[in-house]
């Protein structure tokens, strides 16, 4: 099985300034016949599902704000917001599915300093 | 709109069966990977099982294997998860998930709002 580790597992931020996630994942999720990396990032807000981020480890799903990003490659991800909104208050979530079972990191907090 | 929404969740005792469905709307169900994820309280997120599009391709976790069985029945847009020989630790708010593609293989989206399912005696 694939391992997703993330880090930190929580992280405070102020308004205005960057948030930084990473995720590391025992394997590669490279798929080179494709040269697509099989990452997905999750919003899970308080009292409600997770939502689709990005895709494909740096595709932004339709109408995310654009301070949301997602890069690397291979093993090492990173998910970035740019300037962090009030909104953004949540547990973010990577999700690998290169291989089943499908795994996911287990969670990191993000709260306003 | 893609709605999915979740039933059949409640109390049950430890070694009992439930069986859990999610009625599906808004696109063409049986073009589409389908799978359960679950979430105990306070806890993260784990994969339960998943299924393609025409039920030739059914994946479990293990936790689950060998007790859990998913299936759907796409002239009814809906989705199964029959649970038997239920432990505490089945505990948890169960999420149907729709995948990217045909197998189950792909990234999940959307989630739907979930049926919370408690194992107690």
């Known amino acids: 099985d694939i391992v997703m580790t993330q880090s930190p597992d929580s992280l405070a931020v102020s308004l205005g300034e960057r948030a930084t996630i990473n995720c590391k994942s025992s394997?590669?999720?490279?798929?080179?016949?494709?040269?697509?990396?099989?990452l997905t990032w999750y919003q899970q807000k308080p009292g409600q599902p997770p939502k689709l981020l990005i895709y494909?480890?740096?595709t932004r799903e339709s109408g995310v704000p654009d301070r949301f990003s997602g890069s690397g490659s291979g093993t090492d991800f990173t998910l970035t917001i740019s300037s962090l909104q009030a909104e953004d208050v949540a547990v973010y979530y990577c999700h690998q599915y290169y291989s089943t079972p499908h795994t996911f990191g287990q969670g990191t907090k993000l709260e306003i300093k | 709109e893609v709605q999915l929404v979740e039933s059949g969740g409640g109390l049950v005792q430890p070694g009992r069966s439930l069986r859990l469905s999610c009625a599906a709307s808004g696109f063409i169900f049986d073009d589409f990977a389908m799978h359960w994820v679950r979430q105990a309280p306070g806890k993260g997120l784990e994969w339960v099982a998943g299924i393609s599009w025409h039920s030739e391709t059914i994946v479990y976790g293990h936790s689950v294997k060998g007790r859990f069985t998913i299936s759907r029945d796409n002239a009814k847009n809906s989705l199964y998860l029959q649970m038997n020989s239920l432990r505490d630790e089945d505990t948890a708010l169960y999420y149907c998930?729709?995948?990217?593609?045909?197998?189950?293989?792909?990234?999940?989206?959307?989630w739907g709002q979930g049926t919370l399912v408690t194992v107690s005696s």
């Open positions: 494909w480890a740096s």
């Open positions: 998930v729709k995948d990217s593609g045909a197998t189950p293989t792909g990234y999940f989206d959307p």
């Open positions: 394997q590669s999720v490279l798929y080179t016949a494709n040269n697509q990396n099989y």
